[in-house]
C-alpha cells in the first residue's frame, strides 16, 4: 500500500514542468499497478497533476484508490475503505486525501476515516493510509484514534522508524522512492492492536506483534524486467515531452548568452587558468554527463544538482536549454558573475564559498549520505596555497 503522493511530489513546480510530471505519474502509475499493490492513497501533490488527470489515470491502471473524505460533483469517486487478508489476520485500510482536487471537495479526514473505518465490520488490525501526515493527522489532535497503524505519505519524519501514534504506530518510507517499507505482524492468538519490537521498544502483552525495515528499492526492482521496460519507455517519453534534439547539450559551447547574471565557465577559464585546470579534474566538471549517462538529462527532478543555475534567474528554466549552464559550474559556487567579468577589479564573486553551498546539493539524502566536508572540501580547493 501506498500512504499518497507518489504519482507526484512537489506541488512547488513552476507549471512549465507538468508535462513531464505527468509523463512520470505515468510511469509511476504502470509500475505501481504492476506490482499488484492493494490499496493507495492520494495527496495534496498528486493534485497538483490535474483532478482530471489523475481521475483519468487511476481509472487506465485501475488503481486501488481510497479517500473517504473526497466528495466530487456530489458523489464519492472512490472508496473509503477496503478489508484486505494476510494470512490469520484481517485488515482494514482507509485512505483518506488531503490538498484542493479541482472541483472536489475534502471533508473531515478524521470524522470520515473513522466512520468508513466503522463501515468494514470486525478486523484484526485498522490501517490508515495518511498523505503529509501533518495535514491530514492534525484532526486527530492529542486524541485517540481508532487506527493501529498510520502508514504516511510523503512526510518530514525520518523514514527508518515506527514512531508512537496514539495507541498505534506510524511509518513511513521515505520519500523520492527509493525505499519500500516492509512491516511484518505476528499474530497473537485474541490479540488487539498492535506493539512493536526492535530498538528502545517495549512491547505490551496481548497485542499482535509488528516490525518494520526499509528495502532500496532501486535495488529490489533492477531485476524485473516489465519494471526496467516501464522506466526505459518514461526517459524516452520524457525526452519527447521536452522536445530536446537528441544530443542537446554537449554540442554547445558553455558561453551564456549575453544578458544574463551568468557568464558562464568558459568566461572565467581565460583569466583563471590554475582554478579552471583543477576544476577540470573534478567530477563537477561531468556532473550533467553522468546524469545524461544515466538517461536522466533531462529529467526536471535531477537537474537541478547537476547544472548551473537551475531555475534561478538569467538561469536554465527548462531542461532544453541547460546548453552552456551544464555541469556544476564556477558560478554554482562563486555566484553568478557576469558583473565581475565586466569589472574584475571592482566587482568580486564570493572568495570562499562555504559549506552551506555544498549543503544545497550534498544534501543527505540524493548524494546517498556521502558528504563529509573535511574530506569533500580539500578535493574541490582551487585557490593559492592557505
Ligand atoms: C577578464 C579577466 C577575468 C575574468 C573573465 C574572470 N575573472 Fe575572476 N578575477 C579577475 C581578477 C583580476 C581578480 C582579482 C584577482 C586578485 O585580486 O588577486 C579576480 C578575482 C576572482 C575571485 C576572487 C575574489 C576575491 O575577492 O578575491 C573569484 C572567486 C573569481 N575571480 C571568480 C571568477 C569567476 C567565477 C569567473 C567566471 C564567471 C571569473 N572570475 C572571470 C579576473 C577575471
Ligand atoms: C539534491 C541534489 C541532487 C538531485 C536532485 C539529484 N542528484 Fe544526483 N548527485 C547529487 C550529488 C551531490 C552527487 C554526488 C554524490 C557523491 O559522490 O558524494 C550525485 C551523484 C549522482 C550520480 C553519480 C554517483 C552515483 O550515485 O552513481 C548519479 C548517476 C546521479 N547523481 C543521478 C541522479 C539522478 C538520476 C537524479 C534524479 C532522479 C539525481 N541524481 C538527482 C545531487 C543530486
Ligand atoms: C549544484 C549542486 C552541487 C553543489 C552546490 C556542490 N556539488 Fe559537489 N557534486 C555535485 C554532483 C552532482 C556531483 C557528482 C558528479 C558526478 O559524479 O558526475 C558532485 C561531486 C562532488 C565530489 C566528488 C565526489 C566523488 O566521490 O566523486 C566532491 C568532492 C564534491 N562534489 C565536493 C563539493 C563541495 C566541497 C561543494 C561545496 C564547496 C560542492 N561539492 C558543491 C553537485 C554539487
Ligand atoms: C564546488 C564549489 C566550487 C566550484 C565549482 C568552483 N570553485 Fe572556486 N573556490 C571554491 C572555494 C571553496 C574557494 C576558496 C578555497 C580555495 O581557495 O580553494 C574557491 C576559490 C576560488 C578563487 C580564489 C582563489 C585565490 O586563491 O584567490 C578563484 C579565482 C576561483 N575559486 C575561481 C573558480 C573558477 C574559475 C571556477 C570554475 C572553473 C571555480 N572557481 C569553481 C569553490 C568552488
Given at each position: 500500500?501506498?500512504?499518497?503522493?507518489?504519482?507526484?511530489?512537489?506541488?512547488?513546480?513552476?507549471?512549465?514542468?507538468?508535462?513531464?510530471?505527468?509523463?512520470?505519474?505515468?510511469?509511476?502509475?504502470?509500475?505501481?499497478?504492476?506490482?499488484?499493490?492493494?490499496?493507495?492513497?492520494?495527496g495534496g501533490?498528486?493534485?497538483?497533476?490535474?483532478?482530471?488527470?489523475?481521475?483519468?489515470?487511476?481509472?487506465?491502471?485501475?488503481?486501488?484508490?481510497?479517500?473517504?473524505?473526497?466528495?466530487?460533483?456530489?458523489?464519492?469517486?472512490?472508496?473509503?475503505?477496503?478489508?484486505?487478508?494476510?494470512?490469520?489476520?484481517r485488515?482494514?485500510?482507509?485512505?483518506?486525501?488531503?490538498?484542493?482536487?479541482?472541483?472536489?471537495?475534502?471533508?473531515?479526514?478524521?470524522?470520515?476515516?473513522?466512520?468508513?473505518?466503522?463501515?468494514?465490520?470486525?478486523?484484526?488490525?485498522?490501517?490508515?493510509?495518511?498523505?503529509?501526515?501533518?495535514?491530514?493527522?492534525?484532526?486527530?489532535g492529542?486524541?485517540q484514534?481508532?487506527?493501529?497503524?498510520?502508514?504516511?505519505?510523503?512526510?518530514?519524519?525520518?523514514?527508518?522508524?515506527?514512531?508512537?501514534?496514539?495507541?498505534?504506530?506510524?511509518?513511513?518510507?521515505?520519500?523520492?522512492?527509493?525505499?519500500?517499507?516492509?512491516?511484518?505482524?505476528?499474530?497473537?492468538?485474541?490479540?488487539?492492536?498492535?506493539?512493536?519490537t526492535?530498538?528502545?521498544?517495549?512491547?505490551?502483552?496481548?497485542?499482535?506483534?509488528?516490525?518494520?525495515?526499509?528495502i532500496?528499492?532501486?535495488?529490489?526492482l533492477?531485476?524485473?524486467?516489465?519494471?526496467?521496460?516501464?522506466?526505459?519507455?518514461?526517459k524516452?517519453?520524457?525526452?519527447?515531452?521536452?522536445?530536446?534534439?537528441?544530443?542537446?547539450?554537449?554540442?554547445?559551447?558553455?558561453?551564456?548568452?549575453?544578458?544574463?547574471?551568468?557568464?558562464?565557465?568558459?568566461?572565467?577559464?581565460?583569466?583563471?587558468?590554475?582554478a579552471?585546470?583543477?576544476?577540470?579534474?573534478?567530477?563537477?566538471?561531468?556532473?550533467?554527463?553522468?546524469?545524461?549517462?544515466?538517461?536522466?538529462?533531462?529529467?526536471?527532478?535531477?537537474?537541478?544538482?547537476?547544472?548551473?543555475?537551475?531555475?534561478?534567474?538569467?538561469?536554465?528554466?527548462?531542461?532544453?536549454?541547460?546548453?552552456?549552464?551544464?555541469?556544476?559550474q564556477?558560478?554554482?559556487?562563486?555566484?553568478?558573475?557576469?558583473?565581475?567579468?565586466?569589472?574584475?577589479?571592482?566587482?568580486?564573486?564570493?572568495?570562499?564559498?562555504?559549506?552551506t553551498?555544498?549543503?544545497?546539493?550534498?544534501?543527505?539524502?540524493?548524494?546517498?549520505g556521502?558528504?563529509?566536508?573535511?574530506?569533500y572540501?580539500?578535493?574541490?580547493?582551487?585557490?593559492?596555497?592557505?
Open positions: 500500500m501506498d500512504g499518497g503522493n507518489a504519482l507526484h511530489r512537489n506541488r512547488e513546480w513552476p507549471a512549465t514542468g507538468l508535462p513531464q510530471a505527468r509523463v512520470t505519474a505515468a510511469v509511476v502509475a504502470k509500475g505501481l499497478a504492476e506490482t499488484g499493490i492493494d490499496a493507495m492513497a492520494l501533490h498528486d493534485w497538483w497533476l490535474g483532478t482530471e488527470f489523475v481521475q483519468a489515470l487511476v481509472r487506465e491502471h485501475s488503481l486501488p484508490i481510497l479517500a473517504a473524505n473526497l466528495t466530487c460533483d456530489g458523489t464519492a469517486p472512490f472508496p473509503g475503505g477496503v478489508v484486505v487478508e494476510r494470512g490469520a489476520l485488515f482494514a485500510v482507509v485512505g483518506v486525501t488531503t490538498g484542493e482536487p479541482q472541483g472536489c471537495e475534502v471533508g473531515d479526514p478524521r470524522v470520515l476515516a473513522e466512520s468508513a473505518l466503522a463501515g468494514l465490520g470486525e478486523v484484526d488490525v485498522a490501517v490508515l493510509l495518511a498523505p503529509e501526515g501533518e495535514a491530514a493527522l492534525e484532526a486527530w492529542a486524541s484514534s481508532a487506527f493501529d497503524l498510520v502508514v504516511v505519505g510523503d512526510s518530514d519524519i525520518p523514514s527508518t522508524t515506527s514512531v508512537p501514534w496514539g495507541d498505534g504506530w506510524r511509518v513511513q518510507s521515505g520519500s523520492r522512492g527509493k525505499q519500500v517499507g516492509v512491516a511484518t505482524i505476528e499474530p497473537v492468538s485474541g490479540g488487539h492492536g498492535l506493539t512493536r526492535g530498538e528502545g521498544a517495549t512491547p505490551t502483552a496481548g497485542a499482535h506483534v509488528l516490525s518494520t525495515r526499509l532500496a528499492l532501486a535495488e529490489a533492477r531485476e524485473d524486467p516489465d519494471i526496467a521496460a516501464i522506466v526505459a519507455d518514461g524516452v517519453r520524457i525526452a519527447e515531452t521536452e522536445a530536446a534534439p537528441a544530443r542537446p547539450i554537449d554540442s554547445v559551447a558553455r558561453r551564456v548568452a549575453s544578458g544574463s547574471a551568468y557568464a558562464g565557465r568558459d568566461t572565467c577559464a581565460g583569466c583563471h587558468a590554475q579552471d585546470a583543477q576544476w577540470q579534474t573534478t567530477s563537477h566538471a561531468h556532473a550533467w554527463t553522468t546524469l545524461d549517462a544515466a538517461g536522466r538529462g533531462l529529467d526536471r527532478s535531477c537537474v537541478g544538482c547537476h547544472v548551473t543555475g537551475w531555475e534561478q534567474d538569467g538561469g536554465p528554466q527548462e531542461p532544453a536549454a541547460i546548453g552552456a549552464f551544464r555541469d556544476v564556477c558560478e554554482v559556487c562563486h555566484g553568478p558573475s557576469a558583473a565581475h567579468v565586466a569589472d574584475p577589479a571592482t566587482i568580486k564573486p564570493v572568495r570562499s564559498p562555504s559549506v553551498v555544498c549543503t544545497t546539493c550534498h544534501d543527505g539524502e540524493r548524494d546517498g556521502q558528504f563529509d566536508a573535511e574530506t572540501m580539500p578535493r574541490i580547493h582551487h585557490g593559492h596555497a592557505e
